[in-house]
């Protein structure tokens, strides 16, 4: 079992700054894929950024120019850097990630997610 633990958010005047962090633990062989995702209340869960096993990154349009995906293969943990966030950036924004156990078994595990405020 793989568990994602989630950091960072908290509330951020608009035009702000936030650091998320994710921590992966357990039985990991390697992780080729993580992502950020988020959810706002009555909309659907939606990707934010997301880094490959080749270190290509791919975001959201709306997340463009203003976010930045980043890992430590060492620590097993991921980061996202979000710049001059929004009201409507507003979400529970969680980690994934997928990959290989030690037993050769697929990864793929959400964490329990982290809570993003922007407002004045």
Known sequence: QVLLA???GGL???GGSLRLSCVASGSIYSITTWGWYRQAP???RELVARINYDE????????????AISRDKAKNTI???MNNLRPE???V??????GYGESGNHIGSWGQGTQVTVSS
């Open 79 to 81: 980061y996202l850097q």
């Open 89 to 91: 950036d507003t979400a």
């Open 56 to 67: 290509t990154t791919n975001y959201a349009d709306s997340m463009k120019g203003r976010s």
């Open 93 to 98: 924004y969680y980690c994934h990630a997928e």
């Open 12 to 14: 951020v005047q608009p």
């Open 42 to 44: 009555g909309k659907q």
């Open 6 to 8: 989630e950091s960072g």
